[in-house]
């Protein structure tokens, strides 16, 4: 019996010696999360902050947490192992939601686990799905937390798709591997140039939404958090109405300007940044994503006014369509007015446009541009070896080849969706909610939308009503939506820790 006990040890030893550079690192990151949490106090210094223990008590567990694991590792070697990385990425977005949800549990709004969960995990992710009203009154240090959250989670899916997924071979990411995305010691310098330079352009896009705002007419408190969930394309507002309280065309068409910057490649602009002029609108993912923003509100415009010439107002209208499609299509979840209630086509039209997302390497969610582009190039491959069975084609995205790891990647990736989609909907269904709220609540999730389709969790509604157990299910299914979905498989499977 001695002699087993040792062999398990013995088997279990090297695992948990690996992780210990992923125990300091998360560890780090817990302690960056404790000074986060101490913003909200600070910022409301001047005036009443309701919640000021319940921020401190969460900054201290994410400090105390953070400070046990580096006491634990400092000592132990960094060597982070590849497959080790699986492990980082997925273990850390779920601990930090479930951290980031302290201080609305701990509050005094009274929510129960489940929803403080939902309500950090939709920060975090930048999904923008709610349990919460009342919006208008809540407790402004409250209101921070949450624009700061999504903050903070758009600079970090930033660095995760530039630097991390590349480097795990995700759902076609390789295709946007660039030396950041190289974990040796080579490339380690430019890895921290380009994240400096992600981090200055993060911040000056912010700073410049902020003061956009606060000039339009904006309150500096609403500029400020509206400035911060615009370019983190998250969504979180200060009012229940959304976006619909300020009433102003400029601020809708200054808000779907941000939403676009924040959906487009971040490291383009680092590159425009130095000088590389040209190279943001050279890029295949970002003509047709502002192609798709300028068509597809334009044609729906003139169905609106088509349907309602009477009572339609051309301008107002188009204003308020391009504004409410762009916050779907960027996967941000402002809304303007409850765009559900266009009529059938406007109702078709909203759900398919929540798979396509951003760009790769934004702080958009969905499906991303590229993958659609990706699956046009190999049905026309197909469809010319139908016709030249002989002929040898090569694939180029971007003036790069595509190798059929690429493809395999994507079409894994793509199955993997659909299939959690199909998943989550039937648990959903199971817990007896409709067929709307079922598919595009777990459609809403996967592609961190924020508001879904329906009179429940629609743009006019909040997830407040659904079942406990719903609010679980639809926050695992944002956390593994933002996660891309096959890390998150591959850290699930048996084969991973066998091997």
């Known amino acids: 019996m001695y002699s087993d006990a040792v062999s398990l040890f013995s088997r279990l030893e090297r695992p948990l010696r690996n992780l210990n550079p992923v125990i300091f690192i998360m560890s780090v990151i817990f302690i960056l999360l404790s000074i986060f949490m101490t913003l909200p106090v600070l910022l409301l210094v001047t005036s009443e902050s309701p919640n000021a223990m319940a921020f401190a008590e969460s900054a201290a567990i994410c400090f105390g ?180 309280k300020f009433d102003s065309n400029l601020i809708l068409l200054e808000a779907t300007l941000f939403m676009m910057i924040g959906s487009m490649p971040f490291f383009l602009f680092v590159r425009e940044m130095h000088g590389q002029h040209g190279v943001l609108f050279r890029d295949q993912q970002v003509r047709l994503f502002v192609t798709i923003l300028l068509v597809v509100p334009a044609l729906l415009t003139l169905y609106r006014w088509y349907v309602s010439p009477v009572e339609f107002d051309l301008v107002n209208g ?55 582009q990706l699956s046009l190039i190999v049905l026309r491959e197909q469809l010319m070896r139908l016709l030249h069975p002989r002929a040898v084609f090569t694939r180029n995205y971007n003036g790069r080849a595509v190798s059929d790891e690429i493809i395999a990647s994507m079409i894994a990736y793509t199955f993997i969706f659909l299939l959690c989609l199909l998943i989550i909907t039937v648990a959903l269904a199971a817990l007896q909610l409709d067929f709307i709220t079922s598919l595009s609540g777990a459609l809403t999730v996967l592609t961190n939308v924020g508001p879904a389709l329906g009179d429940t969790i629609g743009p006019a509604g909040t997830f407040a009503p659904l079942p406990e157990l719903a609010k679980w299910i639809l926050s695992v299914g944002m956390l593994m939506g933002r996660l891309e979905i096959l890390s998150v498989v591959i850290v699930l499977s048996p084969a991973f820790w066998r091997s």
């Open 318 to 372: 188009y204003v308020s369509t391009l504004f409410n499609v762009t916050s779907v299509v960027t996967t941000t979840g402002y809304a303007s007015e409850d765009y559900s209630a266009w009529g059938p086509l406007a109702f078709v039209l909203f759900f398919f446009l929540m798979f396509i997302g951003g760009c790769s390497g934004s702080t958009a969610g969905g499906m991303k541009v590229f993958r659609f």
């Open 65 to 244: 947490t953070g400070l046990l694991g580096i006491l634990a590792t400092y000592r132990q070697a960094r060597d982070l192992k590849p497959r080790y990385m699986f492990v980082l990425t997925v273990s850390s977005w779920f601990i930090i939601a479930l951290l980031s949800s302290l201080p609305f549990y701990l509050s005094d709004l009274g929510l129960t686990l489940g929803e403080a969960f939902f309500e950090g995990t939709s920060g975090i992710t930048t999904t923008g799905a709610t349990v919460l009203t009342g919006l208008d009154t809540m407790d402004q240090d409250l209101l921070l937390w949450r624009s700061v959250l999504q903050w903070i989670g758009g600079i970090g899916i930033i660095g995760m798709f530039v630097a991390v997924l590349p480097f795990l071979r995700v759902g076609g990411m390789r295709l946007f591997a660039t030396e950041s995305s190289e974990w040796t010691d080579k490339a380690l310098p430019r890895m921290k140039t380009l994240s400096r330079g992600l981090l200055l352009v993060y911040v000056a896009f912010s700073v410049l939404a902020v003061t956009t705002y606060w000039l339009s007419g904006m309150s500096l408190f609403d500029a400020f958090n509206h400035g911060l969930t615009s370019i983190a394309t998250g969504g979180f507002s200060t009012s229940d109405l959304s976006m619909g």
